[in-house]
C-alpha cells in the first residue's frame, strides 16, 4: 500500500458506487465518520455526524466505535486520538494540514512560556499536540470567551495561536491577554472592503463572522462566533438573507437546514474566486475517503509522552466546557 503521498494512493475499482462501498466499508470495519462542517458536501453528506471542532472532540471523547475516521484536518484527527489513544484514528490525508496550527511552532512556542512565567496559557485547538502538551487549558471558538471568562480577571493569560480570535477575547472581556502573531490563511483573506460592497448589494442580510477574521470585517458583524454558533444564529434568526464570512463549506448545513433562506459566501480580496475555501479542508475526498477505510490507513499517531501531557488541557477544556453548561 503507497501512503507516501499522506494518502492511500491506490486505484480504484472501475465502476464501482463509491458512497455505497464507503457505507459498507464504515459497517465492515466497525468505523464512525466525523466530518467538520467545512468538509466537501459529499463528505459531509456521508458522515455520521458533521460539527465544528468542539462537537467533533467531544463526539470522539464519547463513541464506543473502535474506528474513527475525522474528516478533517491533521489536528482534528490528533486530539481525537489523544482522547481515545486505544482507538484507530484515521484522517484521509495526513497532510491536510492547517495554516494556523503551522503559524505556531511547537519549540518557539515553549520558548515564549518559559520567558512568561506565572502565566496560564490557553491554546486554540487549531494547534499541534505539541504545542497543547505546554498548555494549560485547550479552547475553541465555541467556548474560549466563557473559559477565559471563569479564569480570575487578575489572572495573566498567554492566548495562542490566532492573533484574530484573541483581540475579538481582549475586545469583549477587558483582558489583556499577552497574544501569540498567528492566524489563519483563509480567515485572513475576507476583505472589509468587499464585504461593505455585499452589504449595500443585499441591505436586508445580517453578516455572520467567524472570530478568526480580522477586526474591520468582524466590527461588520451581526454576529461573531464558531462554525456552530454562526448555524444556530442562521437557523434562529428571522432574516431570510445571509452573508457569511468564513470557510464556505459551512453554507452546506446552512442551506440544508433552512432550505427557505438565502445564504452568500463572503468573498476572499484576491478576487479569483467569490467565496472562500481552505485548501486543507477540501483535500479530503470520496476516493481517498473509500481507500482508507478499504485500507484503513493512513492512522493518525501521536507521541505518547506528549500525549500524556496534551490529553490534560483538552480534558479540561471538556470538563469546563460541561461545568458551563456550552455541552452536555
Ligand atoms: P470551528 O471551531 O468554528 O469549527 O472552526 C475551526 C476552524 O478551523 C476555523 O477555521
Ligand atoms: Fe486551519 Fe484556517 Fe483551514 Fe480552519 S480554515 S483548518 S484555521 S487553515
Redesign the pocket.
Known amino acids: 500500500m503507497n501512503v507516501e503521498k499522506g494518502y492511500v494512493d491506490e486505484p480504484i475499482e472501475e465502476g464501482i458506487d463509491l458512497r455505497k462501498e464507503i457505507l459498507r466499508l464504515k459497517k465492515e470495519r466497525n468505523a464512525v465518520i466525523m466530518a467538520?462542517?467545512?468538509q466537501r458536501e459529499e463528505i459531509q453528506q456521508l458522515a455520521d455526524h458533521i460539527?465544528?471542532?468542539?462537537?467533533?472532540a467531544q463526539l470522539a471523547a464519547k463513541t464506543d466505535a473502535p474506528v474513527i475516521v475525522l474528516c478533517g484536518?491533521h489536528f482534528m484527527g490528533e486530539t481525537a486520538k489523544i482522547l481515545c489513544p486505544d482507538k484507530t484514528v484515521i484522517v484521509p490525508d495526513l497532510s491536510a494540514g492547517?495554516s494556523?496550527a503551522d503559524s505556531c511552532p511547537a519549540d518557539e512556542f515553549e520558548q515564549f512560556v518559559k520567558a512568561h512565567p506565572g502565566y496560564t496559557v490557553i491554546s486554540y485547538?487549531?494547534t499541534s499536540a505539541a504545542v497543547k502538551a505546554v498548555t494549560d487549558v485547550v479552547v475553541?471558538?465555541?467556548n474560549a470567551k466563557e473559559i477565559v471568562g471563569s479564569l480570575p480577571q487578575d489572572q495573566k493569560i498567554i492566548f495562542g495561536p490566532d492573533r484574530n480570535l484573541g483581540n475579538y477575547i481582549n475586545s469583549i472581556t477587558g483582558r489583556e491577554m499577552l497574544l501569540w502573531d498567528g492566524a489563519?490563511h483563509?480567515?485572513e483573506k475576507f476583505s472589509a472592503a468587499k464585504l461593505a460592497d455585499l452589504k449595500r448589494e443585499h441591505p436586508g442580510a445580517k453578516v455572520l463572522v467567524?472570530p478568526?477574521c480580522p477586526k474591520p470585517v468582524r466590527i461588520m458583524a451581526d454576529k461573531v462566533?464558531?462554525?456552530?454558533?454562526?448555524l444556530n444564529f442562521a437557523v434562529d434568526d428571522e432574516s431570510q438573507e445571509f452573508i457569511v464570512c468564513?470557510?464556505s463549506g459551512i453554507l452546506f448545513e446552512m442551506q440544508r437546514r433552512c432550505p427557505e433562506k438565502t445564504f452568500i459566501p463572503a468573498p476572499p480580496d484576491d478576487g479569483k474566486c467569490a467565496c472562500n475555501e481552505?485548501e486543507y479542508?477540501k483535500l479530503i475526498t470520496l476516493e481517498k475517503l473509500y481507500n482508507s477505510l478499504k485500507f484503513m490507513a493512513p492512522e493518525i499517531t501521536v507521541d505518547a509522552d506528549i500525549a500524556q501531557r496534551a490529553v490534560q488541557p483538552i480534558q479540561r477544556m471538556l470538563d469546563i466546557s460541561r461545568d458551563l453548561g456550552i455541552i452536555k
Do not use: I, K
Open positions: 467538520h462542517y467545512y460539527g465544528d471542532s468542539l462537537a467533533l484536518v492547517c494556523l485547538v487549531n475553541t471558538s465555541s489563519c483563509v480567515h467567524h478568526e462566533g464558531s462554525t456552530q454558533a454562526l468564513t470557510e481552505c479542508m
